[in-house]
């Protein structure tokens, strides 16, 4: 799970592994397995990061060198 923020401020908790794909336009869309879409404050690269961190806790991917 990955915490992001909704452009009203408000915070919400999203499982990284229905994440289909992330886009900047420029604000940062997240497409999830189901079609639905979400913009979020956090940049595509922080989207990114925080769900490799969050399939590293998995044990899904190793860890960086």
Do not use: C
Not at 7 to 21: K, M, P, R, S, W
Not at 29 to 34: E, S
Not at 41 to 57: G, H, P
Request: no cysteine; glycine share 4%; aromatic share 6%.
């Amino acid at each position: 799970m990955i915490k992001l923020t909704h452009l009203d401020g408000e915070t919400f908790v999203l499982n990284a592994d229905l994440i289909q794909f992330v886009e900047s336009r420029p604000d940062t869309f997240v497409t999830l397995v189901d079609g639905k879409r979400l913009v979020v404050v956090e940049s595509m690269d922080e989207v990114v990061r925080r769900a490799v961190v969050y399939q590293q806790a998995k044990h899904l991917l190793p860890p960086p060198a």
